[in-house]
């Protein structure tokens, strides 16, 4: 089974602060994602990875920042957390090498932050 | 621009059969998934249709029609832990790194 993992559930953290997020995958996939989910609203893309240190930037990049020192990592980084970042953060991730019917994405627990 | 369209939440009996809608209207296609999502939890993928027809699976079925830009997901024999979000999404065109769009999703109830 695909497993992914985030660092943590539940997170409150205070305006200003720097905030880290993890995510780690066991299948050796390749794309690794970063979504916030909002009442009302699809996922949005806000980061995404296809290999160790490369990095895309998604649909809402502003504010956040990212790394993938290797393979199995995926890190998002609220740089100087505010109020509108309060949200519900998913990790995912997926295969490239398997052509598109191989690249279903598969997410991690969540992590719900709220920036007070 | 890139829109998808599902219901915001629907109500179904337990026992009884459901249909849930998607239309999106993208830029490219390259196939559609369905998502489950319950309360609190990750989404799990429930099918993928990049041809059109029915995807049959269990009590779950998805149907895609390329042409009317239409999708929906069929669900049968509806127990309570059917109770959940159903998230639609389209894959777009390479030049989009083939990225997902997703709908906002459809809170299916379940009543007894």
């Known amino acids: 089974d695909v497993k992914v993992t985030q660092s943590s559930r539940y997170l409150v953290k205070r305006t200003g602060e720097k905030v880290f997020l993890e995510c780690v995958q066991d299948m050796d996939h390749e794309n690794m994602f970063w979504y916030r989910q909002d009442p009302g609203l699809g996922l949005r893309l806000i980061y995404f990875s296809y290999d160790v240190k490369m990095k895309e930037k998604g649909d809402i990049p502003e504010g956040y920042s990212v790394s993938r020192e290797k393979k199995e990592r995926f890190s998002l980084i609220l740089e100087s957390a505010s109020t509108n970042q309060t949200s519900m953060y998913l990790c995912?991730?997926?295969?490239?090498?398997?052509?598109?019917?191989?690249?279903?994405?598969?997410f991690g627990p969540g992590t719900r932050l709220l920036v007070l | 621009g890139q829109n998808i369209d599902q219901p915001t939440e629907m109500t179904a009996t337990e026992g009884a059969i459901v249909q849930i809608n998607c239309t999106y209207q993208?830029?490219?296609?390259?196939?559609l998934f369905w998502y489950q999502q319950h309360a609190g939890e990750a989404p799990t993928f429930l099918s993928y249709n990049v041809l059109d027809g029915l995807e049959e699976k269990g009590r779950f079925s998805s149907f895609l029609s390329r042409s009317k830009g239409y999708s929906y997901l069929l669900l049968k024999e509806l127990q309570m832990k059917d109770s959940a979000s159903y998230l639609c999404a389209v894959r777009g065109p390479m030049d989009s790194n083939y990225q997902l769009i997703w709908g906002a999703g459809t809170k299916l109830i379940i009543k007894p």
């Open positions: 993208t830029s490219g296609f390259n196939g």
């Open positions: 995912a991730s997926s295969f490239v090498s398997r052509g598109l019917a191989g690249q279903t994405q598969y």
